[in-house]
């Protein structure tokens, strides 16, 4: 029958183990599983456990799986690192007075160990002792320790107490990680720092009462600690790491302490029951996602001194329905208002000159926002799907408006754009059902595809003459779309460009002064009126623009040998048509025609020939970048081709004669 484990069991086994019978009480402890340790790490020999004995022994004593219970030899001072690492069967542990020292992983996952005291003289308990003790349910730390290492009691699961030294100043890294069963801890008045994820997903802390000495909170200190409803933060704090509070989703309120200048990333980040939270006056910056999903903020104050939003600030605050922007911020992240779907309304500070990509996507309460008038640039998605956005101005300084935009603001019904914007991004009013006009100022050059797409109200708009580009689906199924002039200057356009226009009735190229009459259907129902009459055909757009001198072939193709498109989408590209005459008069960045810049990268005659074709006064310009005639730009090229050297010669013979005077 095996003994039973006490004090006296110990005493008499460190006795025995002193005196002449040491190896016949060893026995007798092995035998009864009652382990003497005497110094030494633990090694795995062939899946084995052993430890290795203090060197002046210089031997190895097994330990069998079935060891529930260890005591310790009276020379003992320190337990070395990994001593009883993974001793799954140990349940009990009887430490000596004269230990003070437990190094790092000495009982790491001991699954089966349920308690542990710890005597008055140990000083250091070092990282990962207890990590993985899951049955252990409470420890007391002796006041005389001074050193804790991290993750101490890292997936302790079943811990519910720990009574912390009165000496420590530092609670490392992990130390309570994934403690799910801890419900409340008292922290000693000495702590002045806690390192990052003390408490992290402790799930069923409700209270912890922070000392008044601590100044720094690591990051994702309380994460996920679910039932925590609040927390005093003392005056004291001066830096709060990113994540402290993420995903405590029964906190209700808190107040930040005014020494704080920044509040760091995703700090908030689904508290979904946080109605309010106060920020001192000292903060300057909100840090990315800081309160992202904190679906229970109906509003917030934010100080006059902050002058940074980061990105996603208020991801997804469904119920924030109003907020006044300081005056003094300048920077606004993406998404900082994404699906805040009852923001009814805000003024933009002027000091702001961009508004980033979802700044306010799919707020669909939002129907007005102010502009000031510093803005420059609106990049993607920023009023994405903005339903009840009736109205708004665009300030005169703006150059761009990136993609989809407005796109999905179904109430918007019309809208100016000023005489500054350069570029509109792809599908910027699509599905705008609403909008029944539109401006462009000349500055646009080019439409891109779907820039219009299901505006069922547009009933006109008018291209002004500095187009060059229509995109794919432009104005696709522009349903009220009556009549569209394509101006001189246009290149290149898309053949579904007025697909599923279904009252479209005229169409007039301009650069041919031709106009398409009668009832022609193509793609998506569209009809189109022209001067002659000819059969219903679904390629008859198509056919048009290539009687009109469009090619089904992008010129870029011949010249560079890519893919190179007027478009993002080269998938799209076989649906886009060109005006090679026009292309072929068009100078380049360094003001060569495509003729010289064919002849110069020693193209094929059959290539070169597309180029002359259509621009053939071309041949009588000398290289604006090398000053040499043209069949001799050819020949000079490493690869130069001999059909194309004879066939620019022979059409511009007069050029051997300038050359030699």
Known sequence: MKPILNNSVSGWVNRLMQGEGGERARDNCRNDNIYVYRGGKRQYNSGTARFMEAPAEERLEEI????????F????????????????????VFISSNITTIEDMAFFYCSSLTSVKLPSAITTIGHEVFCGCSLLTSVTLPSTITSLGDSIFYKCSLLTSVTLASKIT?????????????????????????????FYQCTSLISVTLPSAIRILGDSVFYQCTSLSSIMLPSTITTIGDEVFCHCSSLTSIKLPSSMTILGDRVF??????????????????GDEAFSYCSSLTSIILPSTITNLGHSVFYECASLTSIILPSAIK?????????????????????????????????????SVTLPSTITTIEDMAFYYCSALSFVTLPPKIVTLGHSVFCYCSSLTSIALP?????????????????????????????GHSIFYECASLSSVTLTPTITTIGHYAFGNCSSLTLIYLPESLFAISTTAFDGCSDLTTITLQSTNSTAHGD???????????????????????????????????PNHFLYGTLETCLDESYFDSNMLYDMKKWAKTRDIDCRLPLCTATARSLKWVDVN????????????????????????????????????????????????????
């Open 419 to 447: 005489s500054t914007i350069k570029t509109l991004g792809d599908r910027v009013f699509c599905h705008c059902a609403s909008l029944y006009s539109v401006t462009l100022p000349s500055t646009i050059t080019a439409l």
């Open 170 to 198: 530092t609670l490392g890294d992990e130390i309570f990680y994934k403690c799910v069963s801890l419900t409340s801890i008292k922290l000693p008045s000495t702590i002045t720092t806690l390192g990052d994820k003390v």
């Open 610 to 661: 597309q180029y002359f074709y259509n621009n053939m006064p071309a041949i009588y310009e000398s290289d604006v970048v090398t000053g040499l005639p043209l069949f001799m730009l050819a020949a000079v090229g490493s690869t130069s081709d001999i059909e194309s050297i004879y066939n620019l010669l022979k059409e511009y013979p007069s050029a051997i004669r300038q050359n030699c005077s």
């Open 73 to 92: 030899h009276s020379s003992v001072t320190t337990i070395e690192h990994g001593a009883f690492a993974r001793c799954e069967s140990l349940r009990n």
């Open 64 to 71: 069998p799986s079935s060891m529930s219970a260890v005591t």
């Open 269 to 286: 980040s689904g508290c979904s029951s946080l109605s309010s939270v106060i920020l001192p006056s000292t903060i300057t910056t909100l």
């Open 520 to 554: 022609t259907l193509f793609e998506g129902g569209c009809s189109l009126s022209t001067t002659t009459a000819f059969e219903t055909t679904p390629d008859r757009f198509k056919e048009m623009l290539i009687e009109a001198g469009y090619s089904l072939v992008n």
């Open 331 to 367: 920077n606004l992240g993406h998404s900082v208002f994404y699906k805040c779907s009852s923001l009814i309304s805000i003024n933009l500070p002027p000091p702001i000159t961009t508004l980033g990509d979802r700044l306010f996507y799919e707020c669909f309460s939002l129907t």
